[in-house]
């Protein structure tokens, strides 16, 4: 391919083309390739004028294939544009040579691989994003040549809405499967319906005729001692029951961990860190496959089962955004382009919250603040789409069986009283604390977990922290229970069906109808708060420990868990302290009557969002989901003062959630949008190499293959800027070290005579090498790489600003972006130059940034 820059006088030829390269070939008068210098440029007016005199529309460049145009007119047919293609016809040329605009890239679908990534690098936003553009120009063009063309351009604009159908449909089927086997495997931890084992114990009772149930028990479901032959209630029947308390939660742990460990490692943990770091542009093999899909499954339900403190929210953004991944190879357009395959992965993480929670709207607002990078509002709408089809299907596989599609549905309604906004906003400070020391001790222990030889045994560990975990919840009612359940009792209100301890106020219930009266607590109420206040403690201490460890582990659940305990207990506190004396001003207008004015399951509701908040940082998707969650839409303002007080007080004592610290702790490059560069280096401070030192440059038309082969083996940089020469160091374009690898291997495939000697042009011009050659020894044939290399890579100036240069990084999705000095090269600032800056002018480690 050869570089024309075109000059034209004639008003009818655009001007903005100036610069066109085309393939070249030998002119038909024998004369050779046509190589043009630096400094001239070929006149084409009379050419194209003679050529268009007998045309009445103006000559255009119109798009061919994969980048290409050609110049014709635009009274021609498109199928004609090989026959009036002026350039071809001004130099002489075969007709239908194509002519190639400048930056863009030609055909490269013959040599396999090129446009792809290898494992732990970022993708390249613009060129992906280019790419596409092109494909999707040329199928632009083609609808017109035929009614099959006309299909296949009708299928890749609907083609998107399609996936999102499909991964929606098919998250809502997944979480039914695990909301339905958490559910049964968590009651066998405690007995078996023998009439049909497969029920849980909500479905072996529903055929009963009992109007009452002891702790949730009837005549049907057989708790472990009755299956053994022992009473319900006693000394023995505890025992046995603790027994198998914990030998199923070890049985379901150690499986969990064990299926993790040999089938898909990627599998462990929330899965959350590594999707933001996969939305952002970073490609990590394998995260995303199928084993990774159903080892997670399987693992989510055995851990959830096991009884450790953890969810399974989180992991159904991984469930989700595996089939996203999965599905969208379905579709080239998507499976093909990493870059338009994360707009598919951004619609799945809103649908896996959408099931987790029952909040399809939380979930497009959780996809959009919490784990998306680049988010257009195609993606929003596709998003929305997908989160509904989901929450569609699960409604209908109801799960719960129940008519509410929500977790922790609320039956109350009643207006909370200005004053409350106090106590509120103190929960939420509460809840960013908690949170804070949950943040700092986790990231703490998963530290030394790292670097110690505890990470050397996570199946031990697993069955270590499950075997704690079973042998101090299983005493305390409130820890032994589920935490789905837990959060669902403290969510509610004390009615008339509530037998509970904390419900024990001393009422006379005599009306069904009638509203709920003041009253004082009973003993109940006080012990119950005390055992709440430990489960409070043990809770944290277990999260702290569980979060981490190798198998499927999300961090919502524990989260509400934590806010919603403490929340209740202030309920309490503030429902008592209206009771004692109603005459203060806080209470003296809406406590004055005697019906109960403050209800501490809302303050549950409110603790839940407060802590969740802090650990998160997330505060307009939370404030949707928890109203979504609990079906409290007049609630909000609560809900946000506690959630807005809450990230203050953590962004006070700590800069970091818990994803983002994670992706911290494990190196990934993830540039957050949401932070501010305040330092005032600039670009030349932090471009490799320094000043100095020797940049590993490739010349445009002077290296053999040997010395391109030679100069991969010593670095080991993931791409080289191309120049005129190593003397001038102007400035050419940019080729990536996979596509020269791969450029080369193909040749020597397909090309006959390419040897080591082989000179690689990135230009036009036979070039210097073979010019001096023996006429005896003729040269072997040149290698032509023009069709991999960028040219039109980013370039920044050296006095650059660097809070300029982050900014690039962030808005433009750059992987490397090139210094020049007076248009000569200078260095290279790639993604992982700019985390460890960063990290630097923070006084953090700078090593800390392991991958590319």
């Known amino acids: 391919m050869e570089r024309f820059p075109l000059k034209s006088s004639a008003s009818n030829i655009p001007s903005t083309y100036q610069s066109l390269y085309k393939k070249g070939r030998k002119n038909t008068n024998g004369r050779g390739i046509l190589a043009v210098g630096e ?30 145009f050609q110049l014709y007119d635009h009274s021609a047919r498109p199928s004609d544009a090989a026959n009036n293609s002026y350039v071809a016809q001004f130099f002489n040329l075969p007709a239908g040579d194509a002519v190639i605009f400048s930056g863009m890239q030609g055909d490269t679908d013959d040599i396999p691989g090129i446009g792809q990534y290898d494992d732990f690098h970022t993708i390249d936003w613009q060129r992906d994003i280019a790419r596409d553009r092109m494909r999707h120009r040329y199928i632009v063009k083609k609808r017109q040549d035929s009614i099959w063309d006309l299909i296949k351009g009708a299928h890749d604009a609907w083609s998107g809405w399609v996936c999102v159908l499909l991964v929606g449909v098919c998250t809502g089927a997944v979480a039914g499967v695990i909301d339905i086997g958490a559910s049964w495997m968590t009651d066998l931890k405690f007995g078996i319906c023998p009439q049909a084992f497969w029920f849980n114990r909500e479905q072996c009772c529903w055929s009963s005729d009992e109007m009452t149930f002891d702790q949730g028990n009837c005549s049907q479901w057989l708790t472990w001692p009755q299956v053994f032959g022992d009473s319900r209630e006693g000394a023995g029947a505890y025992i046995i029951g603790y027994l198998f308390y914990i030998i199923w939660a070890l049985v379901f742990a150690a499986l969990s961990a064990s299926l993790v460990r040999m089938f898909a490692p990627y599998a462990c943990g929330s899965g959350i860190p590594e999707i933001k770091t996969i939305l952002s542009g970073f490609i990590i093999r394998g995260y995303l496959g199928k084993w990774t899909l159903i080892i997670k499954v399987v693992g989510l339900i055995l851990s959830v089962s096991s009884g450790l403190s953890l969810g399974k929210e989180g992991p159904m953004v991984h469930i989700a955004s595996c089939l996203g991944n999965i599905l969208s190879y379905l579709f080239p357009k998507y499976g093909r382009n990493e870059a338009k395959k994360r707009e598919i992965l951004s619609a799945a993480a809103a649908a896996g919250v959408s099931v987790a929670f029952g909040a399809p709207i939380g979930g497009v607002l959780f996809s959009l603040e919490e784990v998306s990078y680049y988010f257009p509002l195609k993606t929003l709408w596709r998003s929305f789409f997908c989160a509904l089809i989901a929450a569609f299907v699960l ?53 030394y977990r790292k670097h110690s030889k505890l990470g050397q045994y996570p199946v031990t560990e697993v069955l270590v922290v499950t075997l704690v975990t079973a042998v101090v919840a299983y005493p305390n009612p409130y820890t032994r229970m589920n935490t789905s359940q837990l959060i669902y009792l403290l969510f509610n209100q004390c009615g008339i069906s509530n037998s509970d301890p904390l419900c024990d106020y001393d009422r006379n219930f005599t009306d069904v109808n009638s509203a709920i009266e003041k009253a004082a607590a009973g003993p109940g109420v006080y012990r119950a708060v005390w055992l709440l206040v430990l489960a409070l403690v043990l809770k944290l201490v277990m999260t702290v420990f569980t979060f981490g460890i190798k198998v499927p582990c999300g961090l919502f659940i524990p989260s509400l868990a934590l806010g919603a305990i403490a929340g209740r207990i202030v309920g309490i506190g503030v429902e008592q302290l209206a009771y004692n004396y109603p005459k203060i001003w806080p209470f003296s207008g809406e ?149 020269l690898n791969l450029a080369i291997a193909n040749a020597r495939r397909t090309m006959e005579g390419i040897t080591g000697q082989s000179v ?93």
């Open 39 to 68: 400094e001239d440029l070929v006149d084409i007016t009379a050419g194209l004028q003679q050529a268009a005199a007998s045309r009445t529309a103006p000559v255009a460049v119109t798009p061919t294939s994969h980048g290409t």
């Open 395 to 447: 409604r209908s596989i109801n799960p719960f069986g129940n008519e509410h599609s929500v977790l922790f549905f609320v039956e109350y309604n009643k207006p909370w009283i200005f004053f409350e906004l106090v106590p509120f906003v103190g929960l939420g400070i509460i809840g960013g604390c908690i949170a804070t020391v949950f943040i700092k001790a986790n990231i703490y222990w998963c530290r």
């Open 591 to 739: 406590c004055s009557t005697g019906d109960d004015c403050i209800t501490p399951g809302l303050y549950a509701m409110v603790g839940a969002a407060a802590v969740l908040g802090g650990v998160t940082r997330m505060t307009v998707s939370l404030v949707v989901i928890m109203f979504e969650l609990t079906g409290g839409v007049r609630y909000i303002v609560p809900l946000m003062a506690a959630a807005m007080a809450s990230k203050w007080v953590g962004d006070a004592l700590g800069r970091q959630g818990i994803y983002d610290a994670h992706i911290a702790l494990n190196g990934y490059p993830f540039l957050d949008s949401k932070d501010e560069f305040q330092h005032t280096s600039l670009a030349a401070d932090v471009m490799q190499p320094k000043r100095n030192e020797t940049l590993a440059v490739i010349t445009q038309d002077s290296m053999t293959v040997d010395d391109v082969e030679s100069l991969l083996k010593e670095t080991e940089h993931n791409g080289y800027p191309v120049v005129v020469s190593k003397e001038s160091q102007y400035l050419v374009g940019f080729v990536l070290r996979r596509d």
């Open 760 to 852: 690689v042009m990135f230009a036009g011009g036979a070039g210097a090498a073979g010019a001096g050659a023996a006429a005896a020894l003729p040269a072997p044939p040149t290698l032509p790489l023009n069709r991999i290399l960028d040219m039109a890579p980013i370039t920044v100036t050296d006095q650059t600003p660097m809070e300029t240069v982050v900014d690039m990084f962030r808005k433009l999705g750059l992987r490397q972006t090139l210094v020049t000095h007076n248009g000569r090269l200078l260095g290279v600032i790639t993604k992982k130059d700019v985390l460890r800056h960063v990290k630097q002018m923070d006084n953090e480690d700078p090593n800390s940034v392991l991958f590319n």
